[in-house]
């Protein structure tokens, strides 16, 4: 049984720093592609960004040059550094990852709450 564990949320003003992280563990051959999604109260959810087992990344444009993704692979774990966060990062934050367990499957952290007060 593959589980994603994140951690860092919390409650930060305006123009603080956040640093999330995300932890897979369980029966894992291969993780691929990880990621962040958000989901703000009546909004779709929507990626963050993503990094690829080779370390190529992509944001969204609401997070450029603020959100910076990494993975340590040895520890199966990603995580996101939020900078300058705004209230408008004000979301549910969920961990995404591509991984081959007995069979190649995605898999959704439990999320963890991001607020960020004016």
């Known amino acids: 049984q593959v589980q994603l564990v994140e951690s860092g949320g919390g409650l930060v003003q305006a123009g603080g720093s956040l640093r999330l992280s995300c932890a897979a563990s369980g029966t894992i051959f291969s993780i691929n592609t990880m990621g962040w999604y958000r989901q703000a109260p009546g909004k779709q959810r929507e990626l963050v960004a993503a990094?690829?087992?080779?370390?190529?990344?992509n944001y969204a444009d609401s997070v450029k040059g603020r959100f910076t993704i990494s993975r340590d692979n040895a520890k199966n774990t990603v995580y996101l550094q939020m900078n300058s966060l705004k209230p408008e990062d004000t979301a549910v934050y969920y961990c995404?990852?591509?991984?081959?367990?007995?069979?190649?499957?995605?898999?959704w952290g439990q999320g963890t709450q991001v607020t960020v007060s004016s």
């Open positions: 995404n990852a591509a991984i081959t367990s007995v069979v190649p499957k995605t898999y």
């Open positions: 990094i690829t087992s080779g370390g190529s990344t």
